[in-house]
């Protein structure tokens, strides 16, 4: 079958709810394609405009992380969306053939994924429906996001509901926010991605439900189980940066951004992190002196301590060179400031001047009630 003239169509590779997807070739190009095609049966009148906004979307995003649109038009009335071809597989099915991801893997994933996602955001398009289907790898292990079918403009008023008032994307990987009918954002995009990482680690989604609603209640409100507690043996860094993405509020996440880099730069091997300039200054006492790193359980990652994490690109501390820097967590304390002739006088001149201050404010008080008397 030749579409448009050029395009000639060869296997059924997929199917959806608005067409059917087909392995082709561009015989004017001689390039192979992916063809996506709108069913025509009248059933949906918003089809053919939801089908054209993800042509007019996608094609705004020119990214290694993205599938690229290459053209778009009508045949036989029926709409076409010619896409670059993916040749290997998606998330969703190397889950399947493989099972779980290892770590370094997981990191390749949400690194690539977050990149597309930032290269989107910064368009500000939302993508709605990040899945492990919708994430695609070639045989080089190269993810590309794919699918805006349902993507949706930040500042789109019609962003978070369907013209018949239901909640569009994938309940397994939705956002709390969104479950309670609230706006898409950049946000809602890096929880669901934070969903499907925990099911690519763990093998089964964060929160799985018997109704939908049951499954949107979880997601705003119980706390995903970490990965290590299901027998996963995730790299701390990385399991407590995961638990960050899945966050109930979407200001306590990492942006797309903030994530790309993060897995870029190895901390999520627990390497440690060059400590913030304001854990040095100041001095004080014993407990400001003190820095956890982010890949220690239970402490806030990187990108909550500072505007933009910061890879963990630095040499390993002094006194450190002979701990492990696989996935281990380190610590690292300032040591505690001996009290000297100095600190002790200070201590002393504190302690007198909160005396002092207590029997004026008395002996004020008892010539109040004196006067008055």
């Given at each position: 079958?030749?579409?448009?003239?050029?395009?000639?169509?060869?296997?059924?590779?997929?199917?959806?709810?608005?067409?059917?997807?087909?392995?082709?070739?561009?015989?004017?190009?001689?390039?192979?394609?992916?063809?996506?095609?709108?069913?025509?049966?009248?059933?949906?009148?918003?089809?053919?405009?939801?089908?054209r906004l993800e042509a007019q979307t996608s094609a705004?995003?020119?990214?290694?992380?993205?599938?690229?649109?290459?053209?778009?038009?009508?045949?036989?009335?029926?709409?076409?969306?010619?896409?670059?071809?993916?040749?290997?597989?998606?998330?969703?099915?190397?889950?399947?053939?493989?099972?779980?991801?290892?770590?370094?893997?997981?990191?390749?994933?949400?690194?690539?994924?977050?990149?597309?996602?930032?290269?989107?955001?910064?368009?500000?398009?939302?993508?709605?429906?990040?899945?492990?289907?919708?994430?695609?790898?070639?045989?080089?292990?190269?993810?590309?996001?794919?699918?805006?079918?349902?993507?949706?403009?930040?500042?789109?008023?019609?962003?978070?509901?369907?013209?018949?008032?239901?909640?569009?994307?994938?309940?397994?990987?939705?956002?709390?926010?969104?479950?309670?009918?609230?706006?898409?954002?950049?946000?809602?995009?890096?929880?669901?991605?934070?969903?499907?990482?925990?099911?690519?680690?763990?093998?089964?989604?964060?929160?799985?439900?018997?109704?939908?609603?049951?499954?949107?209640?979880?997601?705003?409100?119980?706390?995903?189980?970490?990965?290590?507690?299901?027998?996963?043996?995730?790299?701390?860094?990385?399991?407590?940066?995961?638990?960050?993405?899945?966050?109930?509020?979407?200001?306590?996440?990492?942006?797309?951004?903030?994530?790309?880099?993060?897995?870029?730069?190895?901390?999520?091997?627990?390497?440690?992190?060059?400590?913030?300039?304001?854990?040095?200054?100041?001095?004080?006492?014993?407990?400001?002196?003190?820095?956890?790193?982010?890949?220690?359980?239970?402490?806030?990652?990187?990108?909550?301590?500072?505007?933009?994490?910061?890879?963990?690109?630095?040499?390993?501390?002094?006194?450190?060179?002979?701990?492990?820097?696989?996935?281990?967590?380190?610590?690292?304390?300032?040591?505690?400031?001996?009290?000297?002739?100095?600190?002790?006088?200070?201590?002393?001149?504190?302690?007198?001047?909160?005396?002092?201050?207590?029997?004026?404010?008395?002996?004020?008080?008892?010539?109040?009630?004196?006067?008055?008397?």
């Open positions: 079958m030749l579409v448009a003239g050029r395009y000639r169509l060869q296997t059924i590779i997929g199917r959806g709810g608005m067409g059917e997807v087909w392995r082709g070739l561009d015989e004017v190009l001689g390039r192979p394609i992916a063809v996506k095609l709108l069913l025509n049966d009248g059933s949906d009148a918003s089809a053919e405009a939801r089908f705004r995003l020119n990214h290694p992380h993205v599938v690229g649109t290459l053209d778009f038009g009508a045949w036989e009335d029926r709409c076409f969306l010619v896409m670059e071809l993916i040749e290997g597989d998606s998330l969703a099915g190397e889950l399947t053939a493989g099972g779980p991801l290892s770590p370094e893997r997981l990191a390749q994933v949400a690194q690539h994924s977050a990149e597309g996602l930032a290269a989107a955001h910064a368009q500000g398009i939302v993508h709605r429906d990040v899945k492990p289907g919708n994430l695609l790898s070639d045989h080089q292990g190269t993810v590309r996001i794919a699918d805006f079918g349902i993507a949706r403009f930040v500042d789109d008023p019609s962003g978070a509901l369907t013209t018949t008032g239901q909640i569009v994307g994938t309940g397994l990987y939705l956002a709390p926010e969104r479950a309670i009918g609230t706006p898409a954002s950049a946000a809602s995009d890096m929880y669901s991605l934070g969903c499907v990482l925990y099911h690519l680690s763990v093998g089964s989604p964060p929160f799985e439900a018997s109704t939908a609603t049951a499954l949107l209640y979880q997601h705003v409100d119980s706390p995903p189980v970490p990965p290590h507690q299901r027998g996963v043996a995730l790299p701390p860094a990385f399991e407590a940066y995961l638990l960050s993405m899945l966050a109930k509020q979407p200001e306590e996440r990492p942006t797309a951004r903030q994530a790309a880099d993060w897995f870029a730069g190895g901390a999520w091997r627990g390497v440690p992190e060059p400590l913030p300039p304001e854990h040095w200054s100041g001095g004080g006492g014993g407990g400001r002196g003190q820095h956890r790193g982010p890949s220690q359980r239970g402490t806030a990652p990187a990108h909550r301590r500072a505007a933009a994490p910061a890879p963990a690109r630095a040499g390993v501390a002094s006194g450190a060179a002979g701990m492990d820097s696989g996935w281990n967590t380190s610590v690292h304390r300032v040591p505690p400031r001996r009290p000297g002739v100095r600190s002790s006088l200070r201590r002393h001149r504190r302690a007198a001047a909160v005396v002092g201050g207590a029997v004026l404010f008395v002996s004020a008080l008892l010539a109040g009630m004196a006067w008055f008397s």
